[in-house]
């Protein structure tokens, strides 16, 4: 590089740059930094300030109103009291029930409906794909907005679906008799925000298997039928086993996702969580705390204990299903 | 595909009935599951359209009617709603242009170039990254607060300019598509550093370009968790700000409220009819690396 830079400038050796000839960008070794230079400013005050600092006030107790000159060191004190507090312990209960309840029927629909996609409708499998995908496109709150006319007791659609299917016999006597009231029950909000979040990220799911599902070589399937496996087989020993690392990947990636829950149950519960803090989730918890009761402390350490909850889960299923994965 | 065996196109044939039924039934589940993905849209748009009373009867409308503008005018009265959507534009506009200016010239420094503490500084691109982000929520608002940006668009597209996620993408785009004889030549012509970034390296980058903007615009338009933070007074409200504010829990004007709804929703559709495959791995790329 040195050498190349000699034949433009011979004088490159002797006469060290200026500021301004590497702020012109005459200076290779001075350009990384030039280009690097807006970004790093902002990663700096916006990405890894914030972190710190929210450590630094996890381990401070102060008043908000009368800044930080009257923060003081309480060690691990609001850790403890995040700990001890049962909203909290309701919002991990929360979380965890609408994680799960949203997250693994999205793998169990997805897995089966992108072999299908892949294996039968290759024409159309764009067009599909991106159907399904759609929901993960749009706004939060323009979905929740819908969704809670879908859900209204009164004129929801879910709800006319649900009587129409109970004029059925048989099928009626295990619905629940009446209108049910979605969103302001507190046994019935939670299955209706888990089916929203599961309408929308059934298609995101299912992209991450098609993608996969291509990659798995055709002379597999083909080996497999010559030694007579049936349809069922093929997708039981072939297909499953390929999927895993992808499946590997995105159950952890739903795990993330449901453990900070936030816009979904925040806007279909009006911002408070639901009755009885039914969908009250961590995530709408630690915004609370911060902005309606001013704990700042308090909710820092809730959002610190949520990160490392988070990293035990990823670690889990990595030990779970990641290592068996590549044996 | 000839010398097929005897044996397997007997099963073939055995299996046509099974087959074709269950074909037939995946079908009609594939057809469903679509219907539903489509249906609260579909119903969102008709809604738009119809006023209160009509949207509160039994059975409910299904089709267009013709209650749009009324609607239209009830919601421009309620909020102040054309400038919110401006501001969502402006904000996700400017958005977009600053984090591919920042991530191409960060990613190209990344990709091409050596200096001290590199492997470090990229390290810690990846780590933040992986960072949720209600980690950083609350004191992310003190600082915006204690810059006096509250209520300032620049709250909402400057910390988002500096995107890991862009920053990693184009990285590895340039590390695979920019040869780097180019440049070396391009340097040996005497063009300045400046010189080869924007007009050697910049017009190759179109795809990855295009990738990128598309999810900052469409994250920057849905932005809701940053808004609700950051911003206070109503006229400064963007879209998403703005439709929740006139979500009451009792007497909701539906119609008015599914017109809002819509127009926050068209532009995405948009895109998405236009530009689906790069919108798709962008953002499925996107949480490859989230």
Same mark, same amino acid.
């Given at each position: ?86 909203w909290?312990?309701q919002s991990?209960i929360s979380t965890?029930w609408l =994680?799960?309840a949203s $997250? #693994? %029927?999205?793998? @169990? ?12 409708? !290759? ?17 939060t709150v323009?979905i929740a907005i819908m969704f809670t006319a879908l859900l209204s007791r009164d004129f929801g659609m879910v709800n006319l679906l649900l009587e129409?299917?109970a ?8 619905l629940p008799a009446g209108p049910i009231d979605w969103l302001n029950d507190p046994d019935r909000i939670r299955p209706a925000v888990s089916m929203v979040v599961f309408w ?10 098609? =993608?996969?599902?291509? $990659? #798995? %070589?055709?002379? @597999? ?12 087989? !093929? ?26 829950l936030f816009e979904e149950p925040f806007v279909l519960s009006g911002g408070r969580g639901g009755p009885d803090q039914a969908v009250m989730t961590?995530?709408i918890y630690?915004?609370r705390?911060?902005?309606e ?35 | ?39 609260p ?6 809604f738009?359209?119809?006023?209160r009373?009509?949207i509160l009867?039994l059975?409910p ?182 439709l929740r504010a006139i979500q009451s829990p009792v007497d909701t004007d539906w119609?008015?409220l599914m ?32």
């Amino acid at each position: 590089m040195t050498a190349q830079v000699q034949l433009v400038e011979p004088h490159a050796e002797r006469v060290r740059p200026t500021l301004l000839d590497r702020l012109r960008g005459r200076d290779p070794a001075f350009a990384p930094w030039l280009f690097l230079a807006p970004f790093l400013v902002l990663f700096a005050v916006f990405g890894v300030y914030p972190i710190i600092f929210s450590l630094f006030m996890s381990l401070h107790d102060w008043d908000p109103v009368r800044g930080l000159g009257s923060a003081r060191f309480v060690g691990l004190d609001n850790y403890w009291f995040v700990l001890s507090d049962e909203w909290f312990h309701q919002s991990l209960i929360s979380t965890a029930w609408l =994680a799960i309840a949203s $997250g #693994i %029927p999205q793998h @169990l629909v997805a897995i089966p409906l992108a072999c299908f996609i892949d294996s039968r409708l !290759r024409r159309t499998r764009d067009l599909l794909a991106a159907l399904y995908f759609l929901p993960y496109v749009t706004s939060t709150v323009a979905i929740a907005i819908m969704f809670t006319a879908l859900l209204s007791r009164d004129f929801g659609m879910v709800n006319l679906l649900l009587e129409a299917v109970a004029r059925i016999p048989l099928l009626g006597s295990l619905l629940p008799a009446g209108p049910i009231d979605w969103l302001n029950d507190p046994d019935r909000i939670r299955p209706a925000v888990s089916m929203v979040v599961f309408w929308r990220f059934v298609g995101f799911n299912t992209l991450l298997y098609l =993608a996969a599902l291509q $990659g #798995i %070589p055709r002379e @597999l399937y083909e080996a497999a039928r010559l030694d007579g496996a049936s349809a069922w087989q !093929r997708f039981w020993y072939v297909t499953l086993p390929m999927l895993r690392p992808v499946a590997f990947f995105a159950v952890t990636l739903s795990i993330i996702g449901g453990m900070q829950l936030f816009e979904e149950p925040f806007v279909l519960s009006g911002g408070r969580g639901g009755p009885d803090q039914a969908v009250m989730t961590t995530a709408i918890y630690l915004y609370r705390s911060a902005f309606e009761f001013s704990d700042f402390g308090a909710a820092s350490a809730m959002s610190w204990i949520l990160v490392l909850l988070m990293a035990v889960l990823s670690a889990l299923v990595t030990k779970w299903l990641g290592n068996r994965g590549e044996r | 595909m000839t010398d097929r065996s005897p044996d397997l196109q007997r099963q073939r044939r055995s299996n046509g009935l099974s087959e074709r039924l269950g074909r037939g039934s995946a079908w009609a589940l594939v057809g469903v599951g679509a219907v539903l993905m489509l249906a609260p849209f579909y119903l969102m748009f008709v809604f738009a359209t119809h006023p209160r009373t009509e949207i509160l009867q039994l059975p409910p409308p299904l089709f267009f009617g013709d209650a749009f503008f009324a609607n239209l005018e009830g919601l421009t009265r309620r909020i102040p709603f054309w400038s919110s959507l401006g501001w969502s534009l402006y904000v996700a506009v400017i958005s977009s242009v600053l984090t591919l200016l920042f991530c191409s010239m960060g990613g190209y420094a990344f990709a091409m170039f050596e200096f001290a503490g590199k492997r470090w500084l990229f390290g810690m691109v990846i780590g933040v990254m992986l960072v949720p982000p209600f980690l950083s929520m609350i004191s992310g608002f003190l600082l915006i607060d204690a810059l006096g940006w509250i209520d300032e668009p620049r709250a909402l597209y400057l910390p988002g300019a500096a995107s890991a996620f862009g920053i990693f993408l184009m990285r590895q785009f340039i590390a695979a598509s920019v040869p780097v004889q180019l440049i070396e030549a391009a340097r040996l012509d005497g063009c300045s550093e400046w010189r080869i970034f924007f007009s050697v390296v910049l017009p190759l980058l179109g795809p990855a370009l295009g990738t990128l903007g598309l999810v900052s615009f469409v994250a920057s338009w849905n932005n809701f968790m940053g808004a609700l933070v950051v911003l206070r007074s109503p006229d400064r409200y963007t879209l998403p700000l703005a439709l929740r504010a006139i979500q009451s829990p009792v007497d909701t004007d539906w119609g008015v409220l599914m017109v809002g709804a819509s127009i926050a929703v068209l532009p995405l559709l948009v895109l998405f009819a236009l530009f689906s495959r790069q919108l798709v791995a962008g953002l499925t790329a996107g949480a490859v690396r989230g």
